[in-house]
């Protein structure tokens, strides 16, 4: 694997969260939260759509066990958790400059010890003091 093609992954999720948080935070009120994840979701399954149209490898197919498997069904569950999280963070008047870091730092200690218990990734000094920090700039941020 090319350094590229392990930072490329990674460029596109920044963007896409840079788009995401931007755009989440700028809803307007008049939407119902709720209505809204219906739409963005109907823009996700059409982007998917032709992401997978573009992207696959081999002949496209539409059999049900290359679509499904109950962990897509969580990672579809926890995403619908995120986005209907952030909005109403939003709504509750949290700014975009720090919901995004203050949950992604909690997320970051709670994933430490999962990775550890169910991954078997190890827990090194470094990555606990990389959670020390994510700590340490949450509380600064509410300051």
């Known amino acids: 694997m090319t350094k590229l093609s392990a930072i490329v992954p990674l460029l596109l999720a920044v963007a896409g969260s840079l788009v995401y948080h931007a755009s989440a ?5 008049s939407l119902d939260p709720t209505a809204a994840l219906l739409g963005l979701y109907g823009t996700a399954l ?4 032709i992401a997978y149209a573009l992207l696959r490898s081999g ?3 539409l059999e049900l066990s290359r679509f499904w498997h109950p962990t897509v ?9 995120i986005e209907l999280g952030f909005l109403l963070a939003y709504r ?3 700014p975009v400059s720090v919901a995004s870091v203050v949950t992604n730092a909690m997320v970051a200690v709670l994933l430490l010890p999962l990775g550890a218990l169910v991954f078997r990734e190890a827990i090194s000094v470094d990555r606990a003091l990389g959670v020390v920090r994510c700590l340490i700039g949450v509380w600064l941020l509410q300051r």
């Open 59 to 61: 002949p496209a197919t």
């Open 46 to 49: 059409a982007g998917s759509a």
């Open 73 to 81: 069904a969580m990672v579809g569950l926890g995403a619908l958790m």
């Open 25 to 29: 935070k700028s809803i307007p009120r």
């Open 92 to 94: 509750a008047a949290w």
